[in-house]
């Protein structure tokens, strides 16, 4: 019997199970593929977080100066930049860290730098002490044309912070949408799930800053939860001749509509804080993927915006 053993090849086995062969074979090619699509994804997705790394570095001014004003504001807007004023004042006094948000403040990208790689860039978003810290882009004519492709123009991930060009680019709205790739190496809007996932996290990380050329506006978190992958703003879309979903503002962009579809939605996981959006409020979310037809998203209140 060993004999026998001895003598059956593996040349025979494969002559006797010739279908096994070409499996062996065709999970060999997948896997072979598969390793190196992963080590060109890990590779790209790591050349352009560099990319983002060196702007961070070389496109920041600690202290933004004051820009001339071309005209004297209205009275109504005047007073309006004044309350802000005395918000931030209000705040900075009694935060926990006013020394290191003051900075925050007082400081802010270089557009100019960020718009000489791509002029679609409208906006920033950066957290305190998290990896987002990124330009919002935001391309006219296309909804999501920065699903997948990066600061440079090229195709693939990680993709950009964007907003849909239904927003306005001012992030003046009173729903504003931001969408981020869920990286597996933490970057873009992967930390968007900390703030579902851990009451630690979001204490010490619950204040979100965005920034436009001229201004610098700061957002406290309120809720973050998962939710479908329904548009968070469903009811502005109708269907054209064509078939096609076109947003429409014929219903308006509603906070109080917003929050009661997200709680409504009963993640046993989510984080509500006890005063409701109001129509009075203007928000942001950050919409990152969650699992299969799952988002995850992070609702942030405006507190106030300072001018340069």
């Not at 329904?230 to 947003?247: I, M, P, R, T």
């Amino acid at each position: 019997m060993k004999e026998k053993w001895k003598q059956f090849s593996i040349r025979d086995f494969f002559k006797k199970y010739p279908a096994l062969m070409g499996i062996i074979i065709a999970a060999l090619l997948i896997t072979l593929v598969y390793v190196v699509y992963q080590i060109r994804y890990n590779r790209q997705n790591e050349q352009q977080q560099e990319v983002y790394e060196e702007l961070n570095r070389t496109a920041w001014i600690t202290d933004v100066a004051q820009k001339p004003q071309q005209e004297t504001p209205k009275e109504q807007e005047q007073a309006y930049r004044e309350a802000n004023e005395q918000k931030m004042k209000d705040f900075l006094e009694t935060c926990e860290k006013p020394e290191i948000y003051r900075q925050y403040l007082s400081g802010g990208p270089d557009f100019a730098a960020y718009r000489e790689v791509n002029s679609d860039v409208v906006g920033y978003i950066m957290i305190p002490d998290t990896k987002i810290d990124y330009p919002i882009l935001r391309n006219a004519s296309q909804r999501d044309y920065y699903l997948k492709r990066n600061l440079d123009g090229s195709a693939g991930y990680p993709g950009c912070i964007f907003m849909e060009n239904i927003n306005s680019p001012d992030l003046d709205d009173p729903v504003t949408i931001l969408y981020g790739h869920n990286m597996k190496n933490g970057t873009m809007f992967a930390q968007v799930h900390d703030y579902r996932g851990s009451a630690q996290f979001r204490e010490s990380h619950k204040y979100i800053f965005t920034y436009e050329e001229d201004s610098v506006s700061l957002y406290e978190i309120v809720a973050c939860t998962s939710y479908s992958d329904v548009h968070l703003l469903a009811d502005n879309f109708v269907k054209d001749d064509s078939g096609e979903f076109v947003y429409t503002h014929s219903e308006p962009q509603d906070p109080v509509q917003l929050w009661e579809a997200l709680k409504d939605y009963g993640d046993s996981r989510a984080y509500f804080a006890e005063d409701p959006l109001t129509e009075a409020d203007k928000c942001i979310v950050l919409s990152t993927c969650g699992s299969s037809k799952v988002r995850v998203v992070t609702v942030a209140k405006w507190l106030f915006t300072h001018w340069y």
